[in-house]
């Protein structure tokens, strides 16, 4: 049995490299094993034969396990050798519950680069380095919110456009800003305004309210699919990190109390971008959780998120050198 296992390894397939991956699953109530050498998950049914959905882990970014979910150590192990990650959050995908540095389960493997971490914690020390970091971040979230707001089919269908004012606002509040105070002052309002943008647009009466999981209204509705498409974000961002051996307590602008910040952070760049006029949309056209989810993973998809990401990461060590 032992020689038929060693064999099985052997002919496992290499894992993507983590930019490259496409898939991330958000699963509840399922139990998830190893069968046959694969990982597989079982949901509950009340038929006395026991279906099993495979999860293509070499290609897997992270997975999101949700209410009455359980994994055995073997599964875990396995996805560990795949470096996915893993995390544990509520119904519909968010609050997250797992543990280590307050965001994901992440592999223990330390055969990670160690370049860019040694370039982002010298400049992380140093106050203006850190300023600099900052300010790329939100001069970056300008320049993507710009390119996928232009291009969003369903906000020129609504007539839903960049406040200009509000961009000229918060871009020369970035260059001003003396430190990362200032310039959480100033991302406040420009995200205020996006909100304002979004809610007008589609018609929806709407206060930014995390963590609220009512459905009361389509202003609830939309703070439910916020929460619910961060959390993606943030498994995005924390896979990118991860993969780039980068601490996630090295924040550039948020997380001063938090282990998880730089997380944050980079979750944000495709937050204003991506998940906000999804969650506005899905709640417009009446969309379910499962159908927004599955509507913001293949957009980030078709749009190279991790991809991105990873680069976002790689070109900020390169310019605070």
């Known amino acids: 049995m032992s020689q038929n296992n060693s064999h099985l390894r052997k002919l496992r397939s290499r894992p993507l490299m983590l930019s490259k991956r496409a898939c991330v699953f958000y699963l509840e109530r399922v139990r998830v094993i190893v069968k046959d050498d694969r990982i597989v998950y079982l949901t509950e049914s009340l038929q006395p034969i026991e279906h099993f959905y495979n999860i293509p882990e070499k290609n897997t970014a992270f997975l999101l396990l949700g209410k009455g979910s359980s994994i055995t150590d073997a599964a875990a192990r396995r996805l560990a050798e795949s470096n996915v990650m893993v995390g544990f959050c509520g119904s519909g995908g968010s609050p997250l519950f797992s543990a ?28 203006a380095a850190r300023l600099l970091m ?18 969003n089919p369903m906000l020129l269908q609504f007539g839903i456009h960049i ?13 001003s800003a003396k430190n990362q105070e200032q310039l ?29 999981n009512a459905q009361d209204d389509l202003g609830d509705i939309a703070n439910s699919y916020l929460d619910h498409g961060n959390y993606i974000a943030y498994g995005y961002a924390a896979v990118a990190l991860h ?45 379910n959780q499962k159908e927004f989810r599955m509507q913001l993973i293949e957009t980030c998809q078709d749009q190279d998120v991790l991809d991105y990401m990873f680069g976002f990461i790689v070109d900020t060590c390169q310019k605070i050198k």
């Open 100 to 127: 280590l540095d307050l965001t994901f389960l992440a592999p223990q493997s330390e055969y990670r680069p160690t370049e860019y971490m040694q370039t982002w914690m010298k400049a992380w020390l140093d106050d």
């Open 134 to 151: 900052a300010k790329i971040l939100l001069q970056e979230r300008i320049t993507i919110v710009k390119k996928y707001w232009q291009k």
């Open 163 to 175: 406040d200009e004012s509000a961009l000229t606002s918060f871009q020369s509040a970035i260059d």
């Open 184 to 212: 959480l002052t100033a991302e406040g309002r420009w995200a205020k305004a996006l909100y304002k943008r979004l809610a007008d647009g589609f018609g929806i009466k709407f206060v930014r309210e995390e963590g609220k």
């Open 243 to 287: 993969g780039l051996g980068i601490s996630f307590a090295l924040a550039m602008l948020h997380g001063k109390t938090r282990r998880g910040g730089l997380v944050f952070d980079v979750a944000d760049l495709v937050k204003d971008a991506l998940v906000m006029p999804q969650a506005f949309v899905s709640a417009k056209l009446g969309h």
